[in-house]
């Protein structure tokens, strides 16, 4: 599923997909252990995003959803993804972590894309995609 959405600060589309070149079985695993060890994770997506207009191929980007409580200790927990996503990708990958919170109105249009890659906090997912939904 593509998912095409204006970006108002910068009036440009983005095109949110599943990953065209998804990760290998043993780094995905990886990142997946570690990203379930992140205290402060709810969910995270594992999707391409690409803005068409700067003919810039997609790139990927791993959108995580903090718990609430995280928000008040945000580097800290946005250091635990980090250090997780380093530590099981290859030298030469790299993605982009967005905190989804922070644009709560993504969220069901990455949810779209059908890219869940972790969930340590199935409740906080439901409860975000009940909120997106009433807004």
Known sequence: MVYDRRVTESDQYL??????QPLDDE??????????GCADLAF??????EVPETGEAAGQVLFVWLDPSAMRSLRAALNLVSDAVAKALPGD????VV?????????????RAGCLFVQP???ERER???AA???
């Open 15 to 20: 095109r949110i997909t599943a990953p065209r």
């Open 27 to 36: 780094v995905a695993e990886k990142l997946r252990c570690g990203l379930e």
């Open 44 to 49: 995270a997506h594992l999707v391409d995003v």
């Open 93 to 96: 990958r790299f993605l982009d």
């Open 99 to 111: 905190i989804l919170n922070s644009a709560p109105e993504l969220l069901p249009e990455v949810e």
């Open 121 to 123: 906090n199935p409740e």
């Open 128 to 130: 975000a995609l009940r």
């Open 133 to 135: 939904s009433a807004v």
